[in-house]
């Protein structure tokens, strides 16, 4: 999806606006010109399943389960992985910078054959795979732990019928390798992201019994070593689900500790945490620990973790922590979220482009606030963490967007519901 000129912002006062937020940076030390540089090298995984509602494209017809539930009944949902990819075209047509593409096993094309998921291959996903490979996107990539027959009491890999837990594991030994070829015919290194639902609703007498059994049977998804230049492994925590809210198996110390001890990256997911921990915290808390971390971005609200991302003050200092800490190499953005109440095209380019707002704040702040706290000048540093906030980073934004010729501004609300309504209207037969 290409913006006119006409739809943008004026270009000239763009540039004019930035040049005035340069000089002002320049005044306290930062480079926007080097910032903005840096930012159009950070891709983030857009998540497919935002577009159909949790969906897929597998024959059967399940539950969601697995503690998630999709609200809302926006028309246009995507029913086709090509309605999909449409989607996900017009969407990245309104982000700024190359970015990646994240699937569930579920997403598969299969060709209208029933394909159960111990029986998955990397040929279901030709289709993904060439199409990223003609946008030069990269590909990530998750075993679909839920929304099945055998996880429909809520337990999976930690399940007490070994039988249930073969199914899962094969499951799981397959993603691994759909992840592999991707990362292959892709030459980016694919994220193979482990997640799974299991858990108690109520009070369990074992608590020990479940994660041994899940220990086991994670040797067993990983037990055959795979090239990290083309497939990465990460496990991902969470605190709790519905049907499984006293008890959740995989827990973020569960996985911690799994991950240490066999060098696997782990999925921080920022909306599965308690809403007084702080995410930013856990980032340099686990750096040194384990190989690289997965970062899911999401907003919680209340008991929910998979709103649309919007620029928050937990945001800001994720992105900040990455950035400060010089762990963007080791660290994988994705936004992770799903949302039917509004525009499903609008929802991923809101959250996307407020985590890359975000990642801009943290490039743009002033090394002198660093400097004041090494110099044990803490009032210092706290005045200078407020005055930054009145640097004007949007003329800055602003200029990103049009070096990455992607509308200005709430330019792109015009492009994306000319797709909406061209979209509703065939999906649906109705207009927005």
Known sequence: MKVSRSRRANPSASASAHGLARARYADVGVDTDAALRILAGIPVSIQCWQGDDVRGFETRTTVLGGGLAVTGSHPGRARTPDELRSDL????????????????????????????????????????????????????????????????????????????????????????????????????????????????????????GPRERLEESLDAVFADPLPPRYNVDAVEPKLFGIGAESYTVGSHDFYLGYAVKNRKWLCLDTGHYHPTESLADKLSAVASSVPGVLLHVSRGVRWDSDHVVTLTDELLAVAREVVANDQLGRVRLGLDYFDASINRVAAWVIGARALQRALLAALLEPPAIREAEAAGDLTGRLALQEEAKGLPMGAVWDRFCEMMDVPVGAAWLTAMRAHDRRVTEERTGLSP
């Open 89 to 208: 075209d017009a969407a990245l047509a309104l982000i700024p910078g190359r970015h990646r593409v994240n699937l569930h096993a579920m997403y598969g094309e299969f060709g209208g054959k029933p394909v159960d998921r111990d029986a998955l291959e990397p040929a279901h996903f030709r289709g993904w795979i060439d199409w990223a490979r003609q946008r030069g996107l990269g590909l990530d990539f998750n075993p679909t732990c839920f929304a099945h027959a055998r996880a429909a009491d809520g337990s999976t890999l930690s399940h007490r019928d070994a039988g249930i837990r073969r199914f899962w594991i094969e499951h799981c030994r397959r993603s691994r390798k759909v992840g592999l070829a991707m990362g292959r015919a892709l030459g980016t290194a694919c994220v193979t992201n482990l997640w799974i639902p299991d858990g108690s609703k109520d009070t369990p007498a074992d608590r020990r």
